[in-house]
């Protein structure tokens, strides 16, 4: 078992992986991973949600401290789909609540639970505001070493993929090359391996008829509920 001070030291490395990434590139880059790492541990899911890189061409800025600055969260949580999304989809899963009890993104009791998650995009270097595939892609396989570094490191039970798993190697992740597809109503896809569940959603901005942030947010609640139910149903009757 790690210990937290092992723990933030792996977290810290990673951090300046990423600095050194923007300083080779002789460009803006933003920091990504757990942002608070006891609370990550201590949590009653490990999360973990993959994008594909931070709409910021003019900014070098942080997820760990954004995600900590309450000012910057009450403003960007109600013009930013993206993080409003975010926001409603993390605190309805740690909270396990229904969509009538979410508080709005602009409400601070709504951005507790982002102190508990990890948060990672697979290019480390700012884009614009649409992201082009073969740029991901490419950056997927410039970050690689780092990428399965972070999962790796992280180890979560719950990855959140916003339309970015066809951008991987299943091999990257704990069972998932094995594991069964499986599909919502709403349309997601999601991979239960008993240990870690994987979802792969649209990504939070995604919009247009039947996308609304109650759609979204409450089938991604439901497929992890349902998960932990069928979890707990399981080491009922070992226990028995």
């Known amino acids: ?10 977290c810290n490395a990673i951090t300046k992986q990423i600095q050194q990434i923007g300083l ?30 931070a709409n910021s061409e003019s900014n070098t800025w942080s997820y760990l401290e954004k995600f900590k600055d309450k000012e910057w969260l009450c403003r960007c949580g109600k013009s930013v789909p993206t993080l409003k999304r975010l926001i409603y989809t993390t605190y309805g899963i740690l909270r396990d ?12 009791k709504s951005f507790e639970p982002l102190q508990e998650i990890a948060i990672i995009n697979i290019k480390k270097i700012p884009g614009g505001s649409i992201s082009v595939g073969n740029e991901i ?79 979204y947010v409450m089938d991604i609640v439901n497929i992890v509920r349902n998960w932990k139910q069928k979890e707990n149903t399981a080491a009922n009757i070992a226990y028995t």
Request: charged share 30%; net charge negative; glycine share 6%.
């Open 1 to 10: 078992m790690k210990t937290l001070e092992a723990f933030k030291n792996q």
């Open 24 to 53: 080779d590139k002789e460009s803006h880059f933003v920091i990504d991973g757990i942002i608070e790492p006891e609370k990550y541990l201590n949590a009653k899911y490990r999360i973990l949600w993959i994008l594909k890189e």
């Open 97 to 108: 609540c229904k969509w009538s009890e979410i508080p709005d993104a602009s409400n601070e």
């Open 137 to 215: 892609q490419q950056a997927y396989y410039d970050n690689i070493e780092l990428l399965k570094r972070q999962i790796e490191t992280y180890d979560p039970n719950v990855v959140i993929f916003g339309n970015t798993l066809q951008f991987f190697y299943k091999s990257d992740f704990d069972g998932l090359e094995t594991a069964e597809k499986q599909y919502t109503e709403y349309g997601n896809a999601f991979y239960d391996t008993g240990d870690k569940l994987y979802i792969h959603t649209w990504h939070p901005a995604v919009r247009g008829a039947g996308f609304r942030d109650e759609d």
